[in-house]
């Protein structure tokens, strides 16, 4: 029978548990490990890029932080944890304008270098899904209920770590840890039944790989 040295089979652990973090996670988020960050650094990047996002659109919208979520990737004894952030929308954004939201915010994803990974042009619910150029992120922004927007960051596999509540500034009141209602501020711009141009009105697919 072969012998194994203690350091050979320590490697061979360590490998598997790493490859263990993404096993089992398919897409959601959680496939690239990184043992260079942990999970609240990770935090906040998505509390960053939540801002970012919301900031960029004009006229603004109001929003509110959402319960996050944080938790092991691969069994309590991984080493290595995920955070999911969560904004909500308060503005009523009409269905006559939800396709430019979309757009508007998939430009800016893609001005700040992140990947478009997909795309539902779909008038009355429309979505769209990237990720950051390292991995670390994915972003989805999905249209619910009454037209209400849910922008969600989910992060890769990281090192555990405690973490904090979202301190990054919402606009608008904040509804963290409370029951959200449905979009309740209305907009001028963002409200309007009025149709607007066809080229701002839907958001683009990504290029075929």
């Given at each position: ?181 449905r979009p309740n501020v209305n907009d001028a ?21």
């Amino acid at each position: 029978m072969k012998k194994y040295s203690v350091r050979t089979i320590g490697i061979a652990l360590t490998v598997l548990a790493l490859a263990g973090c993404g096993a089992g996670n398919g897409d959601s988020g959680k496939a690239k490990g990184s043992s260079k960050v942990d999970m609240q650094g990770v935090a906040n990047e998505a509390d960053k890029l939540i801002h970012r996002t919301l900031s960029a659109v004009k006229p603004s919208l109001e929003w509110t932080h959402n319960t996050s979520d944080h938790g092991s990737c691969d069994g309590a004894s991984s080493g290595y944890g995920d955070v999911t952030r969560r904004a909500v929308v308060m503005t009523k954004v009409s269905e006559a304008r939800r396709g430019a939201l979309i757009g508007v915010i998939e430009r800016q994803w893609k001005r700040d270098g992140h990947k478009i990974t997909d795309v539902n042009p779909d008038r009355k619910f429309p979505e769209v899904y990237a990720e950051t150029s390292d991995g670390l992120l994915k972003m989805s922004l999905i249209v619910g209920g009454e037209g209400q927007f849910f922008l969600d960051v989910q992060t890769a596999c990281v090192k555990k770590s405690d973490v904090a509540a979202p301190s990054t500034q919402v606009n608008g009141h904040s509804y963290y840890g409370k029951a959200i209602p449905r979009p309740n501020v209305n907009d001028a711009f963002w409200s309007s039944t009025a149709p607007i141009a066809p080229s701002t009105a839907t958001p683009t697919a990504p290029p075929s790989s």
